[in-house]
């Protein structure tokens, strides 16, 4: 519903469908929500020429598939991507034509995104993510019909009625008043994401509101898939406490962030342990710089808790 009411939207989010192997049904489930979507362009492979000459001439919904197998190392197609986010920055500007005119185009459309595993950190964070896991042998699906979109066409049909009646109304009632359905769990992205579905759900009313809610709690991720920055200050935070100090010389702390188990740390680059200076240049984005020290009787290069204050209270909840 909400990829028929996105155009007046301040903000829309990305459908993300994402598994751990293949054969887990990302195809298939695309497939079904293409069979009801309006002015649906699913492909498993494109480029960033096509995606915003198609948005500006059709105003599609795009789904992609396969999405890992052609967005990893591919910055301009992640950042074409990523810009659909938000109406007013959803466009980007290319030089076009036989005179070389620099001329607009518009990334303002709904997408849905499927791969194995998850991609960028700022696509998830621009997304709804919906993770599928393969069947067992005791659980049993039914078959796609092999005209269900035509046996969609009625649905279809209500949804661009329902749209063209309420799209407005929508976009002003998330301006004015945001709605109350969503639990505030310290995520403003997340929110903002949520926030069209969560007020579709209350016009539509009934169950649609508790569903929305529950949704939104059990697809919204807390403590799970944060960015490489926040951990990497999540895990100094721990290294302060679990040590009892407030100050650390910067050999000593990449040390005790190699040790930590299920983290980056060990194999932070082409396998390797992370160093001293790949821990300055993360650390250089949030202004906190190393100085000399003096711990016991040795004076190096190191860090004291207070330089994270700042830090701790704004990205770590």
Known sequence: AGAYVYEPLRIFPKLMVVSPEKRCGKTTLLEVIEAILPRPVMASNISSAVIYRMVELHRPTLLLDELDTFLPNNPELHGIINSGHTKK??????????????????????????????????????????QLRRKTKGETVRTIPVNFTDQCLVLRRKLLRWAEENANTIADKIEKDRTNVLPDIGNDRALDNWTPLATIAEMAGGDWVKDCATAFEKLTPK?????????????????????????????????????????????WKHGREMTVRSLAILLKSYGIKSRQIRIDDVNKNGLEIEQFADAFERYLS
């Open 223 to 267: 403590d799970e898939g944060e960015a490489v920055g926040a951990m990497l200050l999540e895990d100094i935070r721990k290294t302060f406490e679990v040590t009892g100090r407030d100050k650390i010389h910067s050999a000593e702390l990449v040390r005790e962030l190699c040790c930590m188990d299920e983290r980056p740390w060990p194999e």
């Open 89 to 130: 920055g959803a466009s980007i500007l290319r030089c076009d034509g036989d005179d070389n005119e620099p001329k607009r185009f518009s990334t303002w459309s709904p997408m849905v995104l499927a791969g194995i595993k998850l991609a960028g950190d700022t696509i998830i964070d621009r997304s709804v993510v919906i």
